[in-house]
């Protein structure tokens, strides 16, 4: 069968714009080591288990049956989810571990109008049970963040082959697998083309991944609907450097800068002052990549969760507004919280920092 796991390269936030710190979570988390250093899949060890998709803020990874997901979350009048080692429910996923925080507020939502439950098989004994871990801590992160939220129903319903559950009259859809008797020529020609097929659509590149769509459709049913979503917060230690806004794969951060329009300020020997600088936050674009906390030089930047509606999720925020700062001595701009730059605070003899004995 063809891997339903795809790469997205255009999503993928190393492709978007460059860091030092290369993002590897796919490849860290992955429990068979199917992910190389480039990003390629090796379709013969993946088995589908979604860990890649669950901790890829980008839809780097995804799996190609997302979309039907999603249609059935919204569409359906009961949501009953299945893992390949459960009973037959309604919707066969690959494991609950490519459920992401994202996807996990999503049923919770779901279940405040339907019936919401998940059918697993034993996960101590499946061979993605380190999956399914990394999806079980994204669901107590959501839940000690939402206590009060709506129950979606987690039920143990292996497969034996026995009858007589409570899941029997209910049509599952499954995967059809289809068997070849062919030729080893054949065979191994079909298998060449089925490891190229995921990768015709590996070129679709999308703003916002599909989880976060789905969350944002599924919230804006109801206006008076809040989640607890982490928003940026800026402390007063911010010098306004805007390399927060620069860094940002997601274009969620961004920045406005009012110049000095003094004609006397354009013939100063000193550098171009900005008066003012704002940052704006898209808390829907946000993935959380850590990004800007991580080249905050002198982290300014931090998480707080707060119960959001659609309106807010979907908005522009501004988040802090301040003024650069410019060296006392040559005007040049600063990014410390100090008064001088560091060629005027080292060459001063008289200086703290000078380098004169």
């Known amino acids: 069968m063809t891997c339903q796991m795809v790469y997205h390269n255009g999503n993928c936030l190393n492709t978007k714009k460059a860091y030092t710190k290369t993002c590897r979570r796919c490849i860290e988390v992955c429990p068979y080591k199917a992910i190389s250093e480039y990003r390629q899949l090796d379709t013969k060890k993946c088995s589908e288990c979604g860990a890649c998709m669950a901790v890829c803020p980008s839809d780097g990874f995804v799996d190609i049956m997302v979309d039907k997901f999603y249609e059935y979350l919204e569409e359906t009048d009961e949501i009953r989810l299945n893992c390949p080692k459960a009973l037959p429910a309604g919707f066969e996923i690959p494991c609950l571990g490519m459920l992401d925080r994202d996807s996990w507020k999503t049923l919770i939502l779901w279940a405040k109008k339907k019936p919401v439950s998940i059918a697993a098989g034993i996960c101590t004994a ?60 054949r065979q191994k020609s079909m298998n060449k083309v089925e490891q190229w097929l995921p990768n015709l659509t590996a070129d679709q590149t999308y703003p916002i991944p599909k989880s976060r769509q789905g969350l944002l459709r599924s919230l804006k049913n109801d206006e008076d609907d809040k989640i607890p979503f982490q928003v940026l917060a800026v402390s007063k230690l911010c010098t306004n450097c805007g390399v927060c806004a620069s860094i940002c794969p997601q274009g969620a951060l961004q920045k406005t800068e009012e110049w000095d329009s003094d004609p006397a300020a354009k013939e100063s020997p000193y550098e171009d002052k900005i008066l003012s600088q704002k940052l704006i936050l898209e808390p829907q674009k946000c993935v959380h990549c850590n990004r800007c906390i991580e080249v905050c030089r002198i982290h300014a930047l931090s998480y707080s969760t707060k119960m959001l509606n659609y309106k807010y999720l979907t908005g522009k925020v501004l988040i802090h507004e301040g003024s650069p700062l410019y060296c006392k001595k040559c005007g040049k701009r600063i990014f410390d919280n100090t008064d001088l730059c560091l060629v005027c605070s080292t060459s001063d003899p008289n200086g703290r920092s000078s380098f004169f004995l």
């Open 126 to 185: 499946c061979g993605d049970r380190a999956a399914c871990t990394v999806s079980v801590q994204a669901f107590k992160e959501v839940h000690e963040s939402w206590p009060e939220h709506p129950g979606v129903q987690i039920l143990v319903r292996p497969d034996n082959g026995q009858e007589g559950t409570e899941f029997k009259d209910i049509e599952a859809q499954k995967t059809v697998n289809k068997s070849f008797a062919l030729g080893n020529w």
